[in-house]
């Protein structure tokens, strides 16, 4: 029996229906295609528009498609300037995301409870601006102020505050947004951070995004930062990709010039590097005239180590540290002390003294110690331990620092170790913080040990009236003062050559207490190293310089 032909309305229908089948397909798969057609979004001039990606998000959506299609999966840490509507354009790939995809779960996590409030109130909306009956909008369920389901795809959008212990436990989680992780609560940050990338199952098809602004060289955001990478498969990295996203590309941060305008140095050279137009550097003049250069560049950075090296009240210079430690030498050995009849440092694979320069039977060394209760406490996730740490710097002669003793040792064993430590070092000018724990390892040095070349610091004694001699050094609030400042000025002044990473790293996190205005680790950081290299600098007798003579000259020729 012969089938009839198709007639021109329904040639036309089966047509219409094959543009919407494949309208519909890329809509499901083609998130740039979907964003401008189905979502609504408030502009910052109270429109609500098409959302259409701006620069910035388009270059972080490119970044992180490309890491997708390599690996299957996205991690990404981004360091931004502010306002750049990257929260924006992350929600909306979640949105899209779990509405368009049976059993997918999506968390956001923020540092306060207004920018909690204002991402649920941006996913609603995506929600609520979608026609009724639209393939695009799923079924709902009962949802929350915190939560929206869509019940026959058995999928969900949750939103939380930085600050609850439960924040992500027990979910599993395909996506996971954790916004401006550098204001999350000192204390717990680390923690809630862990709970809920422990969420996410490392399987294709799920999304991990970590954004901030900077906010110091400590904490998670940090850590994650360092340990991200620009290449996806770089077997280096921690698995994050680097997505960082400088002011000026961002075109709305440009104004008209006011007549006259003429550039700086510092802007002429500004210009030069980032291809900047008169526009934006007015602009930038603007701001920086209202917040000041440094806050500037922590809100609106132009290069990452910017960000960093100007955010939170370091004490010592953050530049000067970073370009010392992009050229610290290897570790040449790492040695433990072996006891016995003849006590000695032995090269050892968990030794806690770690070497950067040969030992020399000719040089005059200096040994500042801290001392620590010797309790490790519990790991944390960066692999560090809770307790503080017991920290010997050595110095030679030139204030080059040419190894460091660090771990955690019973205070009274401690005195047993630094003395082999100083005897290994040529006897060298040794000090011991008295303070607290210290007490005990002096007094042995002293009377058990009788090391030959203990630090004493004049004391008055009251009951002799005079002046006496005591052994170790006393950190109090006249003197700590004293030795971080003496400390300052020579890294500064490049008067000490500093070689051991871990010290310098803690040097970054020593910060002024904005609530108390002393000098401290910032929470979550230690300082022993810090410490322990103040005392040595400060008991040092001056850096010391062979004068270089002409092998042609008289004494040369001796």
């Known amino acids: 029996m012969a089938v009839a032909p198709l007639t021109a309305d329904e040639l036309a229908q089966k047509a219409l229906e094959k543009k919407r089948k494949a309208a519909r397909l890329r809509l499901l798969n083609d998130f740039e295609y979907y964003a401008p057609r189905i979502l609504k979004i408030r502009t910052k001039t109270g429109e609500t528009l098409p959302f259409k990606l701006n620069r910035a998000q388009r270059q972080f959506f490119e970044q992180i498609l490309d890491q997708w299609q390599k690996t299957g999966r996205v991690r990404v840490v981004v360091l931004k300037a502010r306002q750049m509507g990257l929260s924006t354009l992350w929600g909306a790939f979640m949105f899209w995301w779990t509405t368009q995809h049976k059993g997918q779960k999506a968390m956001v996590i923020t540092h306060k409870t207004d920018s909690t409030k204002a991402l649920f109130d941006m996913t609603k909306r995506f929600y609520d601006s979608i026609e009724p009956g639209h393939p695009c909008k799923p079924s709902s369920g009962a949802s929350s102020v915190r939560e929206l389901k869509f019940d026959i795809l058995d999928s969900g959008y949750m939103v939380g505050t930085a600050g609850s212990d439960t924040v992500g436990r027990g979910e599993t989680l395909q996506l996971v947004h954790a916004s401006e992780l550098g204001l999350w609560p000192k204390g717990k940050a680390a923690d809630i951070l862990n709970g809920l990338l422990q969420a996410v199952p490392k399987n294709d098809d799920t999304f991990v995004a970590i954004e901030s ?3 110091g060289t400590s904490g998670p955001f940090y850590e994650y930062w360092q340990g991200a990478r620009l290449d996806p498969l770089d077997p280096e990295g921690n698995g994050f990709i680097q997505v960082f996203l400088p002011w000026f590309i961002q075109d709305e941060y440009c104004e008209e010039p006011i007549e006259g305008f003429t550039r700086t140095l510092d802007e002429e050279e500004l210009a030069e590097k980032h291809g900047l137009s008169d526009g ?26 910017e960000a960093f090296l100007t955010s939170g009240r370091p004490v010592f210079n953050l530049e000067k540290l970073h370009e ?16 016995g009849p003849k006590p000695e440092f032995m090269p050892d694979p968990r030794g806690e003294l770690l070497v950067y320069r040969e030992h020399n039977p000719a040089e005059s060394y200096t040994i500042g110690s801290d001392v620590a209760e010797g309790i490790p406490g519990a790991r944390k996730s960066n692999g560090e331990f809770e307790g503080d740490y017991t920290v010997a710097q050595v110095f030679d002669s030139r204030k080059r620092q040419v190894a460091v003793w660090r771990g955690h040792v019973d205070p009274d064993f401690w005195a047993t170790t630094v003395y082999h430590l100083g005897l290994y070092y040529n006897d060298a000018l040794l000090a011991v913080e008295v303070n607290n724990q210290g007490i005990l390892p002096n007094t042995r ?24 001699a005591k052994v170790g050094f006393k950190t109090d609030q006249i003197s700590k003062p004293l030795i971080i400042s003496e400390l300052r000025a020579a890294i500064r002044d490049g008067t000490i050559e500093l070689n051991d990473q871990k010290t310098i790293q803690e040097l970054m996190t020593f910060v002024v207490n904005p609530n108390t205005g002393g000098m401290e680790a910032e929470y979550g950081s230690h300082d022993d190293t810090v410490m322990a290299l103040a005392i040595t600098n400060h008991i040092h007798e001056g850096r010391f310089d062979p004068i270089e003579v002409p092998e042609d000259s008289y004494f040369g020729s001796i």
């Open 445 to 468: 040095l002293e009377k058990d040990f009788d090391y030959p070349n203990l630090y004493r610091r004049l004391q008055y004694d009251k009951m002799r009236d005079e002046e006496v």
């Open 213 to 215: 602004t900077a906010r």
């Open 324 to 339: 010392r430690l992009a050229v610290c030498p290897n570790i040449i050995h790492r040695l433990g002390l072996q006891l």
């Open 280 to 305: 934006q550097l007015m602009w930038r003049r603007r701001k920086v005239a209202a917040d000041g250069l440094d806050l500037f560049k922590q809100e609106y950075p132009s290069n990452a180590m």
